[in-house]
């Protein structure tokens, strides 16, 4: 087995845990058994008993003594254990070499300085064990080059790893050290690692935070900039990652003191502490008031901040540095950042949007191609662009036995008796993005909707839906069971989706996928409640809602499912094509060899459309601004299609009319690059057969007759090469370029796909008589 290179693994543990949103974590009930259970047989450390809370938990040890933690430190635990694996594993290389030998006299030489006599030693262990020279040489840092790996004491002793481990997790060791004894129990203890997955749960996101990547506030003084930095965190209760990092100090004279403290960074006294409120002069030193006199409250305190700051660009010499109170902040805060401009100090946001990407037409895609492509990497990557993956993203492989809805969404058992609803992963990640809206600070309410009476109805602002990230559900090699089948009630509840604007403020609703009916016939209401974690206080009166009116779709849910078309899976009906945007993988996304190490472009983020019927106010800043070349368009293609099992209908002219106002597009090529991908995801999927199946009403070959009509509508962009000035824009990628490019220098530009698809159709025709979209 290689040896883990220590100094790497502890960059990449210190960059993953500095890049870690700060948010409460909920254990799940498996984890919360297994840890219990582990100690109960091991007692480690002297842990004897364990309580949880919601997130936090109590660790009580054998003397009688409780420890109090964040289930945050879990989670922080669980990155740091596979660090400790790779300790571990070369420590008992150590113990090996050095079995019959004092341990701690060894240690210590080695760290000193590896003589050639010991070197020679452990070279012969390693030759003889088959590792490599680069395993030796990680080995060698490990036992004299204890900085490069966070160490301090010496490798022999028990508690070796808790430096290290603080270090890496950029943890403060007088407070925090339980974390590296979590972690230590998780990497000795497998089942409890494989156990642990971290609920992460959205905090309510505040609607003053810029969603453009532009400015919040900025001052020319330092002094007034601080000040109304901190009062936009209390305001906006964005203040708890900050205060994760004070520690409280206490003088001599009995003043108590915060501190922000991180890693070897420190702003000292940051805040004077009170129980009461002070006077001018109790913030008096010398002759300088040196706190502002207005407190910010902190549950019973009253915290009085600093005002003598200065700008030295990080200078230890000062110990109220705005640089250095810059980097702590800027490492704390992921989508918040404070920048010096133009001789100005400035808090920007750096969200741009974390929460919507590009908009989609349609909330599910089938991705097929063939197999190795990418197709499930492509959309796990669309859920860690939100900067939340594992709130965000569920994998579900889909099983060939699969043929209802039940084994997609759940059933009512009565084995025991009494009706019992067993859920499923997919329902549970469904109510999980409902209470992301719930969350967001958009309202989930019962309202009467024209013509179709009470249901469940979320409504506000387009800028809190902006808050709202994409939940990307995997259904992992889809057509593997007949879709058409288990996927039936989504597929209907999908087209009952509706969105309503006027002006900035929207409503959404749709049918329930889980009917008010079913949840009625369920015993325990609560344990049904609980599974699909709308158990919290907060979520009371949406639970009762749900109860009434059943649980739908929400807006947010994305829905992907891989598809690799071969004789061991099923095709798809009308019916699947028709509520899908189908992606030929390899035209959209391609594999280009040259660009394995070094990428010369990126896939765009998606986001879940926020239209379902297409009007002239969506396409008013278009190119097409009433819609009329798009019918002309569709019309045209239509008129080939007219009399065969392929004619199109309402459904793709409203289709195409959103694909364009989710482009926005704001010229020709864009426009028509609109049209030739609505060719390539619902049109020419629908197209499949042999000879016969494929002639025109008037006996010509049809694809034959669409190549001319796309060639005439479609035009400059069908007719351009390679390089060419007309090729269209790609609307699902971009070049990757230096910071500052402007955005047309990141369009990339390609081929007409519709044409190359139409030209490998008809060849496939003309060879095997029969023809389909797919690859």
């Known amino acids: 087995m290689a040896l883990i290179d220590l100094s790497e693994k502890f960059r990449e543990i210190r960059s993953s845990v500095d890049g870690v949103n700060f948010t409460d974590v909920k254990l799940t009930e498996e984890f919360k058994k297994e840890y219990e259970l582990y100690l109960s047989e091991n007692r480690a450390n002297g842990y004897s008993k364990v309580e949880f809370a919601d997130f936090s938990t109590k660790i009580t040890t054998s003397t009688g003594k409780a420890i109090f933690i964040t289930n945050f430190w879990f989670y922080i635990a669980s990155e740091l254990s596979n660090y400790l694996d790779g300790l571990s594993q070369q420590k008992n ?41 680069d395993d030796l040489e990680c080995f060698l840092s490990f036992v004299s080059d204890y900085k490069s790996w966070g160490g301090g004491k010496t490798i022999d002793r028990n508690d070796y790893y808790v430096s290290p481990l603080l270090q890496a997790g950029n943890l403060l060791a007088e407070t925090q050290s339980a974390v590296a004894e979590i972690a230590k129990q998780m990497s000795e203890y497998p089942a409890l690692k494989d156990s642990f997955t971290p609920i992460f749960v959205n905090k309510p996101r505040s609607l003053h935070i810029d969603t453009h990547g532009k400015e919040i506030l900025k001052s020319e003084t330092i002094r007034s900039f601080v000040k109304e930095v901190f009062q936009y965190l209390y305001r906006e209760n964005l203040s708890d990652p900050l205060s994760s990092c004070l520690v409280e100090v206490e003088t001599d004279l009995g003043k108590k003191y915060l501190e922000l403290v991180r890693g070897n960074q420190k702003i000292y006294r940051l805040f004077l502490v009170s129980d009461t409120r002070l006077e001018d002069s109790e913030l008096t030193s010398g002759s300088n008031i040196r706190y502002f006199n207005e407190p910010f409250n902190n549950g019973s305190q009253l915290l009085y901040l600093t005002n003598q700051w200065a700008d030295n660009n990080g200078d230890s010499k000062n110990s109220r540095d705005l640089g250095a109170f810059s980097s702590i902040f800027n490492a704390i805060y992921q989508d918040l950042k404070i920048v010096k401009k133009d001789g100005f100090y400035v808090l920007t946001s750096t969200t741009n949007n974390v929460g919507l990407g590009e908009y989609l037409s349609k909330p599910f895609l089938l991705l097929a191609g063939i197999s190795g492509t990418g197709k499930t990497r492509f959309v796990r990557e669309q859920a860690k662009s939100s900067g939340q993956f594992a709130e965000t993203y569920c994998l579900t492989s889909v099983r060939p036995d699969w043929h209802e809805p039940s084994d997609l969404l759940g059933y009512i058992s009565r084995l025991n008796g009494a009706a019992e609803y067993i859920t499923t992963d997919v329902l549970q990640f469904i109510s999980k993005a409902w209470r992301a809206i719930a969350d967001s600070g958009l309202s989930v309410e019962v309202q009467e909707c024209e013509d179709l009476g009470k249901r469940l109805v979320v409504s506000g602002e387009r800028a809190v839906l902006e808050q709202v990230l994409p939940y990307w559900l995997c259904l992992d090699e889809m057509n593997l069971a007949p879709v058409e089948q288990y996927f039936a009630d989504y597929l209907s509840v999908l087209e009952t989706r509706e969105w309503r604007w006027a002006g900035d403020s929207f409503t959404y609703s749709s049918d329930a996928l889980l009917k008010p009916a079913t949840i009625k016939e369920v015993a325990e209401k609560e344990k049904l409640r609980e599974a699909l974690g709308f158990d919290d206080a907060q979520y009371d009166e949406l639970w009762a809602d749900i109860c009434q009116y059943g649980l739908g779709i929400p807006f947010n849910l994305l829905v992907a499912g891989t598809v690799n078309m071969d004789e061991t899976t099923h095709g798809f009906s009308r019916k699947v094509i028709d509520r899908a945007l189908s992606f030929d993988f390899g035209a959209f996304f391609p594999n280009d060899y040259n660009d394995f190490f070094t990428p010369t472009s990126c896939n765009k983020r998606l986001s879940y459309p926020i239209w379902s019927s297409a009007s002239k106010a969506d396409l008013a800043d278009t190119f097409d601004v009433d819609g009329t070349k798009t019918v002309v368009f569709l019309s045209a293609v239509n008129a080939v299609l007219k009399n065969t099992p392929f004619e199109l209908a309402f459904r793709a002219l409203n289709e195409l009319l959103l694909a364009v106002a989710s482009s926005q597009p704001q010229d020709d090529l864009t426009l028509k690059a609109v049209w030739d991908d609505f060719m390539m995801c619902k049109v020419l999927p629908r197209i499949e057969g042999d000879t016969d199946k494929l002639t025109t009403s008037n006996r010509k070959d049809l694809l034959e007759e669409l190549g001319v009509v796309l060639s005439d509508q479609l035009a400059p962009i069908w007719q351009a090469e390679q390089g060419d000035k007309d090729q269209r824009p790609d609307l699902y990628r971009e070049k990757i370029v230096v910071d500052g490019a402007t955005e047309e220098e990141k369009v990339l530009r390609i081929p007409c796909r519709s044409k190359a698809k139409l030209k490998w159709m008809s060849e496939r025709l003309a060879s095997a008589t029969f023809t389909s979209f797919w690859p």
């Open 93 to 133: 290389i150590f113990k090996d070499i050095y079995k019959d030998a004092d341990l701690q006299q060894a240690a210590v030489a080695l760290r000193d300085g590896v003589s050639e006599q010991e070197k020679s030693k452990i070279e012969n262990y390693f030759s003889s064990k088959g590792y490599t020279n």
